[in-house]
């Protein structure tokens, strides 16, 4: 049975960080990507990694998002540096057709 469990969310003040988690059971590895969608708003690519370490980042996000791979734990991360009221949103790890359950990332003082 294939799983994407994310985990990491919750509330964060603006400037802060988080980390986000997404652990994969039942699939193969591949490109693994963070999605996220804010109310109103389409859902939107944040970042993907594939096996070999290349990534790529929406815009909104460039320098102050990272992520990264673990191949050997099948889990991939996203680390959110220097957040900002408008990356408040249901982050969803992909992988393919694919989704997590989301989970709430808020950025407010």
């Known amino acids: 049975q294939v799983q994407l469990v994310e985990s990491g969310g919750g509330l964060v003040q603006p400037g802060g960080s988080l980390r986000l988690s997404c652990a994969a059971s039942?699939?193969?590895?591949?490109?693994m990507a963070w999605y996220r969608q804010a109310p109103g708003k389409e859902r939107e690519l944040v970042a993907l990694v594939t096996t070999a370490g290349t990534t790529k980042y929406g815009d909104s996000v460039k320098g102050r998002f990272t992520i990264s791979r673990d191949n050997a734990k099948n889990t991939v991360y996203l680390q959110m540096n220097s957040l900002k009221p408008e990356d408040t949103a249901v982050y969803y790890c992909n992988k393919g057709t694919q989704w997590g359950q989301g989970t709430q990332v808020t950025v407010s003082s």
């Open positions: 039942g699939i193969s590895i591949g490109i």
